[in-house]
């Protein structure tokens, strides 16, 4: 059995387990679920994002590297040609598995940065 096999048949319950992993990580706010201990990841973040075919709005949890220090309303954005060495750097550094994740794939693994939002006065 290949590696795409394999992953192809171990979707559903990746599935499930991120589903169960995004209700915890909500309903502690992230006092469970921001780390995942035994598996080597870095720290996690829930991202809300709109599926680019299904336009249906998802939640992902995702590793994440900070790149500075505060906690702030964000807006997502995919990384630069110019950024993405530095940030691919960073990103492999935090969790070494995302190098088997780009060498089973042909397409690039998008990296995403977070920015500042402007919240609007209230």
Do not use: C, N
Not at 77 to 86: I, K, S
């Amino acid at each position: 059995m290949g590696v795409l096999d394999l992953a192809d048949r171990t979707w559903p319950l990746l599935r499930r387990l991120t589903g169960a992993h995004t209700f915890a990580y909500r309903a502690t706010r992230g006092v469970v679920g921001h780390r995942v201990p035994g598996l080597g990841l870095g720290p996690m973040l829930l991202l809300e994002h709109v599926g680019a075919k299904s336009e249906r709005r998802r939640t992902s949890p995702l590793v994440y590297v900070r790149d500075g220090s505060e906690r702030r309303p964000v807006r997502a954005r995919v990384a630069t040609a110019a950024e993405r060495p530095r940030l691919w750097d960073a990103a492999l550094r935090t969790y070494a598995g995302y190098r088997g994740y780009q060498e089973r794939t042909e397409r690039e693994i998008p990296l995403v940065v977070l920015e500042r939002r402007q919240v609007a006065p209230s």
